[in-house]
């Protein structure tokens, strides 16, 4: 299971991007997908979540609640997150992870096991 994040890079601060994660090989479609993001010299943390099982997103940092939007696009085997207002403090590495459908959803107790291999963001000011 390999995965793959993409359409970082640079930006004012406002502007908007649309990361893309997708598959080589095997369907998101039936995978929970999750979006993450890293800062420099910051912990890891979750952004927004979208379950398989029953189809409900979630968005885990207030800061990006109302400004962020995970969505799928089945057919093109992807899914997004759509970042608009952006603001320097979103500078960060951004990730996304995947995992099989559990009874946990979004919320497993477990790290989600497959990681792409993460796409820079740098909002400027």
């Known amino acids: 299971v390999q995965l793959q994040a993409s359409g970082g890079g640079l930006v004012q601060s406002g502007g908007s991007l649309r990361l893309s994660c997708t598959a080589s090989?095997?369907?998101?479609?039936?995978?929970?997908i999750k979006w993450l993001r890293q800062a420099p010299g910051k912990g890891r943390e979750v952004l927004s979540c979208?379950?398989?099982?029953?189809?409900?997103?979630?968005y885990d940092t207030d800061s990006v609640k109302g400004r962020f939007t995970i969505s799928r696009d089945n057919a093109k085997n992807t899914v997004y997150l759509q970042m608009n207002s952006l603001r320097p403090e979103d500078t960060a590495i951004y990730y996304c992870?995947?995992?099989?459908?559990?009874?946990?959803?979004?919320?497993?107790?477990?790290?989600?096991?497959?990681w792409g291999q993460g796409t820079l963001v740098t909002v400027s000011s």
């Open positions: 992870a995947a995992d099989r459908p559990s009874s946990y959803g979004c919320y497993t107790p477990y790290e989600f096991p497959y």
């Open positions: 090989g095997f369907s998101l479609n039936y995978y929970t």
């Open positions: 979208n379950s398989v099982s029953d189809g409900s997103s979630s």
